[in-house]
């Protein structure tokens, strides 16, 4: 139990290092010289945040017979839409946002993780004392003493 809350937790912070550094620079990409292709550097972000910016540049989120996510995943581009109403689109506002939601997740993940441990340390003690109380019982009431 212990060796999977150490993977846990190490996992949380490569991950909690990996988002900050994220954070850092939200210009960054991946880079265009590498050994690795990497499709999703050109779709991703643009895929799932065009409704958004089809939305504030144009007023409709829906264009006929383009690839349109938000009718399947609308939660994201409405929150994209709303941050461009106050930033104006950019690559900054959509990766700030992207973060920004993950962090909060990670934070999530955290707190409740911290609530299951404690729960089972309650359950320990709690488990302790109906084993062991009719134990100390014994020990408080020995036969000629009062």
Known sequence: MRR???????????????LLLHAVHLKADFP???????????????????????FYLRGAWHLPGDFNPAV??????LLEAALF?????????????AVAVF???QWDVLERQSHQAEREQREVLHHAIRHLGPLARVYEHRPGQR
Do not use: C, H, Q
């Not at 999977?4 to 909690?16: D, H, N, W």
């Not at 109403?85 to 946002?97: D, H, K, Y």
């Open 4 to 18: 999977r809350r150490f993977l846990e937790v190490a996992l949380l912070t490569i991950a909690g290092i990996f």
């Open 72 to 77: 399947a995943l609308p939660v994201w581009p």
């Open 85 to 97: 109403g106050l930033t104006g689109v950019s690559i900054v506002a959509a990766r700030g946002l």
């Open 103 to 105: 962090e909060d997740m």
């Open 32 to 54: 265009n010289n590498s050994p690795w292709v990497d499709w999703a550097k050109y779709t991703d972000e643009g895929w799932y945040g065009d409704a958004a910016i089809r």
